[in-house]
T-cell receptor
């Protein structure tokens, strides 16, 4: 079982609120990723990090931001939530040196009302 | 960048039948091709993967085939069971650490 955790699992929040989705892994992986999963289930890469102090935007434009101050922690922040941000957010990590599987957290289902 | 196409988007089979899901990729530099299964309310989990130096890999009822020339790979599930019902994703990756690029997913339904 993967040692990658996301909190909260579910979040319902009002428009305009600032929120942070947490993601932590205990596998020592340098590479971490955030995917947004739409209702059709497609996974879109929105952010990734190759290590501490490294963050990059993914293929899908997102109004969220990320930070990577510690190897094990990769939080995602929305400064002002909007209904269009309603989605499932999945965090993942991979080993740095081998082209191998990515481990996913269970996801955060965000609803902005 | 890499683009992964996956077909079909939905697949319904009877218990005991075989299921096949196909994916194509665009970047010939891709060399790692995993398949993930996602059950309701959970994150995707790896079920099988294949690297570009191998043409076929099997694990019990699940097999994956890779055709590098045609740039396509397929997932084969034999003797399907109701618990195989889930969303399946194929993905491709160029090198270690780069993000996996996923197909759009296939919803498999196995009826008993």
């Amino acid at each position: 079982e993967a040692d990658i955790y996301q909190t909260p699992r579910y979040l319902v929040i009002g428009t305009g609120k600032k929120i942070t989705l947490e993601c932590s892994q205990t596998m020592g992986h340098d590479k971490m990723y955030w995917y947004q999963q739409d209702p059709g289930m497609e996974l879109h890469l929105i952010h990734y990090s190759y290590g501490v102090n490294s963050t990059e935007k993914g293929d899908l434009s997102s109004e969220s931001t990320v930070s990577r101050i510690r190897t094990e922690h990769f939080p995602l922040t929305l400064e002002s939530a909007r209904p269009s941000h309603t989605s499932q957010y999945l965090c993942a990590s991979r080993r740095d040196t081998l082209n191998t599987e990515a481990f996913f957290g269970q996801g955060t289902r965000l609803t902005v009302v | 960048g890499e683009n992964v196409e996956q077909h079909p988007s939905t697949l319904s089979v009877q218990e005991g039948d075989s299921a096949v899901i196909k994916c194509t990729y665009s970047d010939s530099a891709s060399n790692y091709f995993p398949w993930y299964k996602q059950e309701l309310g959970k994150g995707p989990q790896l079920i099988i993967d294949i690297r570009s130096n191998v043409g076929e890999k099997k694990d019990q009822r699940i097999a994956v085939t890779l055709n590098k020339t045609a740039k396509h790979f397929s997932l084969h599930i034999t003797e399907t069971q109701p618990e195989d019902s889930a969303v399946y994703f194929c993905a491709a990756s160029i090198q270690a650490g780069t993000a996996l690029i996923f197909g759009k997913g296939t919803t498999l339904s196995v009826s008993s």
